[in-house]
């Protein structure tokens, strides 16, 4: 195989091969297939694809933006599907619960232009909320659903899916998981097509394209007459290969990334060519006729798919309505949660063929369980310098000031990097449900008992989907504090530009005037990095009787010290006076900064990682922190 570093993304050289992260080969699949408009919003682990495709868009001639949220993103993609142009859009797991109500519509109406949908679920909950599996989504929608095996795949079935969405004229889902997301492997590249449709819309097409009951009735019909040519078609598909056995009692059948884990699996327990095997690459629809001839030919057979019991539910259901029978198994052996692995696997089909697993995974744990005491905790942490340490700190201040005639508060968090803050020592969370839940959960709260209640939220996450909770607070006249904690950037997700960020020339949305225009009444906007001004802002607004809000603002300490590198300026570090330092502690046991160390008892500052944010100089009680040194 011929691997040239030259080649990009972008290279027309069908027949050379890259070494690609799956998200890249998801990209460049969309390139090949002449994909014409593009939208998402970041979440890992499908942030890539976007971070490739909006870089290269204009290079290569087609529209991609990052959207204000998923449910937009999927709307825009599909109006230019609408349109008859080649569309797709890319989201994690649980941004597709905010798509979910276009996409129960969308797929009625179905695809004109090649629409694909690529789904990134999370096994493992690496940076997730949850271990969702979307393909229970996409049944619900009749959408066929392609999963690919292999970085290779996963580029080719963009390809396909978008040939496919255009021959059925139906919207079809790329699932992705996170160990394809962001495993590597070889890719062969194929054509880029030049083809670069000019879209139009035709109003002949009203009663397919105007969701209204009685034109949605009819279109109903249609779309599952779309699912039936599909069923017929998938068996024929390449992704979906039987290997019949001969002599075999036993059979196999994994889908994308499984595949792999159990064709390894196999190999170690040197089963191989002793077990009949069905890779599938449609879980949706099933290829049926390869199923029946797999089911019929052993006496059981086991399922490996990461997640629910998805494939395994319908290859019972397929093999009980066609009386075959055979015995169907899957979670019993195969773990229904987290993350799987060839080790998980190996051991599940051992069971299954009661079979020895040719490794001691006992001893392996034995010896882990062993050494793991030795090794020092590293919980995760916010970085030195990070803005909402800040406004945490303040909002602890002035929740200690209002306890006495208000009574406990609830800090109700969100989805974000600030979500570290939710650790000791800061406690900035009491509860955290999802994305703009940091305002809509804390209307709630503040409804349901009678303590102060302050929800708090990114920037991005205000313009994602906290905005219509602060209208509903507004509206209702409900006694919560708002906090927007404003640093400027999307920083989980790798700096993708929302609508508070200067981007294009164009200065970024402010949330203050967003609030203004809802109209809330108490309004403070402070610098998170004075904590004086910024607990006094929290204590005032929390005291106020009806919506209050609070933007916290400063922009990420890595975006900062990024800025200043490229300005030339010089980052002065701060360090403690041991002569006047009282070691009283205030700044370790408070702040959690990574960049405050105790050696030997006495408290330092590691001036590599320090940022000069200055926030431990301001609680010092003894001022003994210093910039610079004494």
Known sequence: MVVSEKLTLTSDAPGKSMFMLGNEAIARG?????????????????????ENLVNLSKQMGFYAEWSVNEQVAFELAFGASMANVRAMTSMKHVGLNVAHDPLMSATYMGARGGFVMVNADDPGQWSSQNEQDNRVIAEQAYIPILEPSSAQEAKDMVVDGFNWSEEFGQIFMLRSVTRLSHGRGDVTLGPIKKEKRKGDFAPANRERFICMPAWSRKNRYVMIERLNKIKAAVDGMVYNKLKLVKGAKVGV???????????????????????????????????????????????????????????????????QRADIRVKVYGKEFIPLVGELSTRKVVEGIAKFLDVKSPIDFGAIDKTLAETNPMVPMRPPTLCPGCPHRGSFYAINIAARKTKKDLGERVLNGDIGCYSLGAYAPLFSYDASCCMGGGFGVANGLAKGQSNPVIGHLGDSTFFHSGIPALINAV???????????????????????????????????????????????????????????????????????????VVARGLCAILDTRNKRQAGKKVIPYSIDQDTCTKCKICVNQLACPAILIENETVVIDAAQCVACGLCAAICPSKSILQGGK
Request: hydrophobic content about 40%; charged content about 20%; proline content about 7%.
């Open 30 to 50: 969309a390139i090949e297939a002449g994909v014409q408009v593009y939208a998402a919003y970041p979440g890992t682990p499908s942030s890539e694809i976007s």
């Open 475 to 549: 509206f209702n006249n409900i006694k919560v504090t708002l906090v927007v904690l404003d640093n400027s950037a999307t920083s989980m997700t790798g700096f993708q530009p929302n609508p508070a960020a200067p981007t294009n020339g164009q200065p970024g949305l402010k949330a203050e005037e967003i609030a203004k225009a809802c109209g809330v009444k108490h309004i403070e906007v402070v610098d998170c990095f004075d904590i004086k001004a910024t607990a006094e802002a929290m204590e005032r607004a929390v005291r106020f009787n009806g919506p209050s809000v």
């Open 253 to 319: 059948i994994a889908s994308g990334i499984s595949y792999g884990y159990a064709l390894e699996s196999l190999r170690w327990l040197g089963m191989e060519d002793k077990v009949s095997f069905l890779k599938v690459g449609t879980p949706y629809p099933l290829p049926e006729k390869l199923v029946k001839e797999l089911c019929s030919s052993v006496s059981k057979v086991i399922v490996v798919e990461e997640l629910e019991p998805f494939v395994e539910n319908h290859v019972a259901l397929i093999c």
